[in-house]
């Protein structure tokens, strides 16, 4: 089979669409036929060498995958051959062929097409996982999400509108803004050119944001404890501004508030907060809303698997609204 492989550390251009070997299904597990993959920012800084995969996993770039069940490993139920899935991955998913526990299926929403489905995995299990089942939201709560008009940011969009929350977002340009707006954003910040937490605390009339999603860590971490409501959630999942950052814990103490770091990648298949679990609340809960059309994935555009460089320039390039799609089948 073939795969985009990275033939060493670097820009786009390392990325290479050579045979590789193809992996077997394991106790547990399925191997699916991919029919697409999609482009994660974490893509790139495992390509940069930034971002090994955990123990076991494979090397190859891809966090996600929609396709057809082709074979079943021992011990699999559930599921048959011919099934058509979409995935959560610890890695593997820019191949023709990729295995995957069985834990890590979901069906593909009979609204969405193959392609489509694929780019919802990884930014449904980050979201479902960190603001629903982490941090809590309920109804009538204030959720801020930097990064609104990135993937995660358009999922968390709808998932909090859906669940009856006022959603406010940063983003970098008005334009950007304004597709947010049609998403269902209640409040949106350029942070270019505005301060989210003055806008926040005007637009809530001195409330704040009861959950934040952060994908900033170090640079935003004192400002947004200072957004934050009382008895408020902090959730870092990103580093892109840095990894160490000075905490006012007399701000938290006052406030009730927590700060929480996740990630999704290292987590265990199984147990109470492993990658299994996650799939099973979001099947139960999060499923129905795309079937009916409340949340939908936000495709900015779909290209060849062997055009994978061109999509990492692109998400780079900061002018990608939602989900790059990599069509392998």
Known sequence: MHAITVREPGGPEVLEWTEVN???????????????????????????GFYPPPPGASDIIGLECAGTIAALGPGVEGWRVGDEVCALLAGGGYAERVAVPAAQ????????????????????????????????????DVLLVHG???????????????????????????????KCRQLGADITVNYRTQDFVAELRRETE???ADVI?????????DRNVEALANDGRLVVIGLQGGRKGEL??????????????????????????????????MRE???????????RPVVHNVLDIRQAGEAHRMLDEEDVFGKLALKVR
Not at 114 to 137: D, F, I, K
Not at 167 to 172: F, K, P, Q, R, W
Not at 250 to 272: C, D, E, I, W
Not at 285 to 295: A, D, K, T
């Open 22 to 48: 193809e992996p077997a299904p394991g106790a547990g597990e399925v191997l699916i036929d991919v029919a697409a993959t999609a482009v994660n920012r974490a893509d790139l800084m495992q390509r940069q």
């Open 105 to 140: 299926l979901l069906p593909v929403p009979a609204a969405l097409d193959l392609v489509t489905a694929a780019t919802l995995p990884e930014v449904a299990c980050t979201v479902w996982s960190n603001v629903v089942m982490g941090a809590g939201l309920t109804e009538g």
């Open 148 to 178: 609104g008009a990135g993937g995660i940011g358009t999922h968390a969009i709808q998932v909090g509108k859906a669940l009856g929350a006022t959603v406010a977002v940063t983003a970098g340009s008005d334009e950007r803004l304004t």
């Open 206 to 208: 001195g409330h704040g």
């Open 213 to 221: 999603l952060d994908n900033m860590g170090a640079s935003y971490l």
């Open 248 to 281: 006012d814990l007399n701000k938290l103490l006052v406030k009730r508030a927590s700060v929480t770091g996740t990630g999704l990648r290292g987590r265990p298949v199984h147990g109470p907060n492993g990658k299994g679990a996650i799939i099973a609340d």
């Open 285 to 295: 809960r999060l499923w129905p809303l795309l079937e009916s059309g409340v949340v």
